[in-house]
């Protein structure tokens, strides 16, 4: 069985702050997903990293994908309230008949205080 | 327009009964898949189906069967509720599962 395991599972800072989130496993991936889920909804896709030691950039927001694709993390510069949610990273693993599956970490919960 | 839609959006049923939840996506996708979100908020798979395979995730009692009238429906039905299977459930689908679009939950309270 394959496992994610992502830290912190809670974080509260103020806003304006930086913050890093970690996914790691010891399991390889051929691609890792970052979402945000917010209350009463469900998880919105906010990147894909293919590459080993790919780097893409959304706004405020960083995602590095480990040079063996064990592991990623999420970068938040200058976190602002609208950035609160569940933040999930999921690793992607064939699963054969053309499909893939993922494997969800158990989620960090971001606060961002005014 | 709704990506990947799910009914009911709140389930209030006592133990025993038999249940279903619906999903359709309008994606286009050809792999549909079924979550169960616990209270701590984990995300864990229960079935990934295309129209050439069902993957069932080995810990899920057999009481849980997804149904799929064709590729845009995967419903999930579920018999004998038990307290146990309360929880939030989403539909998701995607195209050969590189990116997985989420239903917005069913959350399932057995009393």
């Known amino acids: 069985t394959q496992l994610l395991e992502q830290s912190p599972q809670f974080l509260s800072i103020q806003e304006g702050e930086n913050l890093t989130v970690y996914c790691n496993s010891s399991s390889v991936f051929s691609s890792l997903q970052w979402y945000r889920q917010e209350p009463g909804e469900g998880p919105v896709l906010l990147v894909t990293?293919?590459?080993?030691?790919e780097v893409k950039k959304l706004k405020r927001l960083t995602f590095q994908f480990g040079d063996a694709r064990k592991d990623s993390s999420l970068h938040i510069t200058a976190a602002q309230p609208g950035d609160t949610g569940l933040y999930l990273c999921?690793?992607?693993?064939?699963?054969?008949?053309?499909?893939?599956?993922?494997?969800f970490g158990k989620g960090t919960k971001l606060s961002v205080i005014p | 327009d709704t990506a990947v839609s799910q009914t009911p959006k709140y389930l209030v049923t006592q133990m025993g009964n038999d249940k279903s939840i619906k999903c359709e996506q309008n994606l286009g996708h050809d792999t549909m898949y079924w979550y169960k979100q616990d209270s701590k908020k984990f995300l864990k798979i229960m079935f990934s189906y295309n129209n050439k395979e069902l993957i069932i995730n080995e810990t899920v009692p057999n009481r849980f069967s997804p149904k799929s009238p064709d590729k845009a429906h995967l419903n999930l039905h579920i018999n004998s509720l038990e307290l146990g299977d309360s929880a939030v459930y989403f539909c998701?689908?995607?195209?050969?599962?590189?990116?997985?679009?989420f239903g917005p939950g069913t959350r399932l309270t057995v009393t």
């Open positions: 998701a689908s995607s195209r050969q599962g590189r990116e997985q679009y």
């Open positions: 999921a690793g992607s693993t064939y699963s054969g008949a053309g499909s893939y599956q993922l494997t």
């Open positions: 990293v293919v590459t080993g030691g």
